[in-house]
């Protein structure tokens, strides 16, 4: 292990070395070198919360940075967050991280379909470094058992967290039915949108952007008087045209007939032509299909918050991870081309797509453009 001589105070700095150590270790797959640098930090003065927030934290989002970029793999993904995962229990073990309860309790749950466990996992972790008494529920909790949870611990408050849009749906559910019970709850985390958009939209007591945040908000959390018979239209109007509903059922028949499309397959869809099939036999068909079906997903996202940037933000990620891993990219105006063709009779569909694909064709250059497309 390397000392820690070097690093000595807390200044921006002094983190960023103990990030770049703690970085180091988890490159290395050395969880003692990791739960090490936490503990040095610790030693040096910094305080708990801060090694969680200024130092796991960035490391780990430097993590999906470095995966994206293509220049870790996914098994150093995985091994980096499950040593992250230890560093962050190891630090509710030691003594400097010992806090008495004294606000109550609040549960931390991931939206039912949500793995992105870790951000909430810090959460909950500092939400105990400031006197509150977490239940950390993990990823993936169906929204029935919260409620359930919620009934037998008279928790104060939900901390509600989402980091993949395509659960917002999900998310709107849960909210609203935490709500119906007259508990009151903060969501958070990646798939609200930076400034928390779709929080608001679907009605929640609060939003924050970190852990931090949250901890304010939850000070001032009071019960709420439960929600009487709320229905997701009633936040989000546009839904009257049934096209999210529509986008969602179709979902496997969208996907299939945008595979056959672009290979050239089945009944003629379109005018997308098979000459732009992504190239490499049939491990290049199957990552495409994966790459459809996320395409529908977000796109049913996008169509439940009536938010254009949603499907497009997700196109151009698209674009970044099979640039950065040298897959071409010049089949994708084609399926939007093929998704838009199948959506003739559904408006607001067709205009996201149609941003979707504008943004694409300039970004790709216009010599892209797809004669007759329906877009
Ligand atoms: C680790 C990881 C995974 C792990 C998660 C394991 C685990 N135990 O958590 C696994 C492998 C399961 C995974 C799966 C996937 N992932 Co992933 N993942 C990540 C990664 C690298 C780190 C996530 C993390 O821990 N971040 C660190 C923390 C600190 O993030 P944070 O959001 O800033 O958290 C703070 C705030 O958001 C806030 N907060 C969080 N929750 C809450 C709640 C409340 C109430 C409040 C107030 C605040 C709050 O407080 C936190 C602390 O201050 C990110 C990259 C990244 N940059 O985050 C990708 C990332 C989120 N994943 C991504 C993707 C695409 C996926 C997959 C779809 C991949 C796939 N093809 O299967 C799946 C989806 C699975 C699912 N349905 O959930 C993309 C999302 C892109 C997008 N369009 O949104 C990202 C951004 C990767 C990338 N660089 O592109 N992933």
Aim: charged residues 20%; contains cysteine; negative net charge.
């Amino acid at each position: 292990m390397k000392g820690s001589d070097e690093v000595t105070s807390t200044s921006p700095v002094a983190l960023a070395q103990w990030g770049d150590r703690l970085w180091g270790a988890l490159m290395d797959g050395d969880e003692f070198e990791a739960a090490g640098t936490a503990f040095a930090a610790l030693d040096a003065g910094v305080d708990p919360e801060t090694v969680l927030l200024e130092v796991i934290a960035p490391a780990q989002a430097k993590v999906g940075g470095e995966w994206a970029a293509n220049r870790i793999s996914v098994a150093a993904e995985h091994a980096a967050t499950a040593i992250n995962e230890r560093v962050i229990a190891a630090l509710a073990h030691h003594p400097a991280g010992q806090v008495e309860p004294s606000l109550g309790r609040v549960a931390v749950a991931c939206v039912d379909g949500e793995w992105h466990a870790l951000p909430a996992r810090l959460l909950a972790e500092v939400l105990r470094l400031r006197g509150w008494q977490p239940d950390f529920l993990g990823a993936h909790v169906p929204t029935p058992h919260l409620i359930a949870h919620l009934h037998q611990t008279n928790s104060r408050a939900v901390a509600l967290s989402s980091s993949i849009p395509t659960r917002l749906p999900a998310a709107h559910a849960a909210i609203t039915a935490c709500q119906a019970i007259g508990v009151p709850v903060i969501a958070g985390g990646s798939a609200f949108g930076p400034d928390g958009r779709y929080a608001r939209r679907f009605g929640a007591d609060g939003w924050a952007a970190d852990a931090r945040g949250a901890a304010d908000w939850l000070r001032g959390a009071t019960p709420r008087p439960a929600l009487a018979a709320h229905h997701p239209i009633d936040d989000l109007p546009h839904l009257a045209d049934q096209e999210y509903t529509f986008v969602t059922r179709n979902a496997p028949a969208l996907v299939r007939r945008t595979l056959q499309g672009l290979y050239g397959e089945g009944e003629p869809v379109g005018d997308a032509s098979a000459e732009r099939t992504p190239d490499g036999g049939e491990d290049a068909r199957q990552r495409a299909a994966e790459d459809i079906s996320t395409f529908v997903g977000f796109l049913g996202a996008a169509l439940y918050v009536d938010d254009d940037d949603l499907f497009s933000h997700h196109i151009r990620w698209t674009v970044d991870i099979l640039e950065a891993r040298a897959v071409p990219v010049t089949w994708l105006p084609g399926v939007l081309d093929l998704l838009a063709h199948q959506l003739n009779d559904f408006p607001r569909a067709r205009r996201v797509v149609a941003a979707a694909r504008r943004g694409l064709l300039d970004r790709l250059g216009s010599s892209l453009s797809t004669p007759g497309s329906q877009a």
